[in-house]
């Protein structure tokens, strides 16, 4: 089971509490935009194996969307922040990279 906290309120609780919404950092496409970007943006997703960012929602809680980084294989949850931001905070990615040397946040970006 994970074990979440969120920056909005501060509460640390099981994943029960929140509700997963899919890949973090996705660039929505505006109207005048292409078929092919628009399909792209719904269906197009990332399953990595190792680090993965993700948008949550503290349904039972605040419910204010954030940002996760965990590793997919361990379920280990390296941190969450806000999910006004367009990339992961350095010191998330610092601590990241500490603990998987060779990982960088530019390969995923």
Not at 55 to 60: A, P
Not at 79 to 96: N, R
Request: charged share 25%; hydrophobic share 30%; net charge negative.
């Amino acid at each position: 089971m994970l074990i979440l906290e969120c920056p909005c309120c501060g509460i640390t609780a099981e994943e029960t509490e929140f509700h997963g919404g899919g890949e973090a950092h996705l660039k929505r496409f505006g109207p005048d935009s292409e078929d092919k970007d628009f399909e792209n943006y719904l269906f197009m997703r990332e399953n990595p194996k190792g680090v993965h960012f993700e948008r949550w929602r503290h349904n039972n809680g605040c419910g204010k969307w954030f940002h996760a980084a965990r590793c997919t294989m361990t379920l280990e949850v390296f941190g969450t922040y806000s999910a006004q931001t367009y990339e992961p905070p350095k010191a998330l990615c610092d601590a990241i990279s500490a603990k998987r040397p060779g990982w960088s946040w530019g390969a995923f970006s």
